[in-house]
T-cell receptor, first 114, second 111 residues
Framework: NAGVMQNPRHLVRRRGQEARLRCSPM?????VYWYRQLPEEGLKFMVY????????ESGMPKERFSAEFPKEGPSILRIQQVVRGDSAAYFC????????????FGQGTRLTVV | DAKTTQPPSMDCAEGRAANLPCNHS???????VYWYRQIHSQGPQYIIH???NNETNEMASLIITEDRKSSTLILPHATLRDTAVYYC????????????FGDGTTLTVKP
């Protein structure tokens, strides 16, 4: 059973371009969570999704950021018109639809905006 | 999510037990205590979690006080590879992955 898969592992974008980060949850997991970790800082929750639904997006910046978790395929975190301040590690986690279980994290995507 | 308080750093000698404390005095009845660690800049690694009973797995033991206001993660025989930032988190049972990560405890295992 493969773990949470994120790709790409490293992504370089120029200012103003779009960044698309993908997360394939563990098999059987229907809950996905995205976190951002700025350099030398802790992890900050961004958004929580279940299949085709956004459950909690309280940590998402109001502009340029969006997330989806379609019925088929991976979850996508999309950042439009990237700026240097978006440079960070973006981690995805997944958990099953069972109360009291743990979430597992992927290895992250490191976004660098030049 | 309830807030947690952890010491910013701890040292431990290789081969000895590492005991990492965490305070979570505002934990509510449906919240679990989770421990994760992050080695360098890798993805957080799940260690253990519990509700009110003590738990043990192949990595660690979790001791939760009777009033659930604090807990201790025990690494029984710390190795150099256990050097990492350890995060204590409380999270509702229904969404294990939505958590507030604090600053954690940086554990340094020394030879």
């Amino acid at each position: 059973n493969a773990g949470v898969m994120q790709n790409p592992r490293h992504l370089v974008r120029r200012r103003g371009q779009e960044a698309r980060l993908r997360c394939s949850p563990m098999k059987g997991h229907s809950h996905v969570y995205w976190y951002r970790q700025l350099p030398e800082e802790g992890l900050k929750f961004m958004v929580y999704l279940q299949k085709e639904n956004i459950i909690d997006e309280s940590g998402m910046p109001k502009e340029r950021f969006s997330a989806e978790f379609p019925k088929e395929g991976p979850s996508i975190l999309r950042i439009q018109q990237v700026v240097r301040g978006d440079s960070a590690a973006y981690f995805c986690a997944s958990s099953p639809d069972i109360q009291g279980t743990e979430a597992f994290f992927g290895q992250g995507t490191r976004l660098t905006v030049v | 999510d309830a807030k947690t308080t952890q010491p910013p750093s701890m040292d431990c000698a290789e081969g000895r037990a590492a005991n990492l404390p965490c305070n979570h005095s505002t934990i509510s009845g449906n919240e679990y205590v989770y421990w994760y660690r992050q080695i360098h800049s890798q993805g957080p690694q799940y260690i253990i979690h519990g509700l009110k009973n003590n738990e043990t797995n192949e990595m660690a033991s979790l001791i939760i006080t009777e009033d659930r206001k604090s807990s201790t993660l025990i690494l029984p025989h710390a190795t150099l590879r256990d050097t990492a930032v350890y995060y204590c988190i409380v999270s509702a049972a229904t969404n294990a992955g939505k958590s507030t990560f604090g600053d954690g405890t940086t554990l340094t295992v020394k030879p």
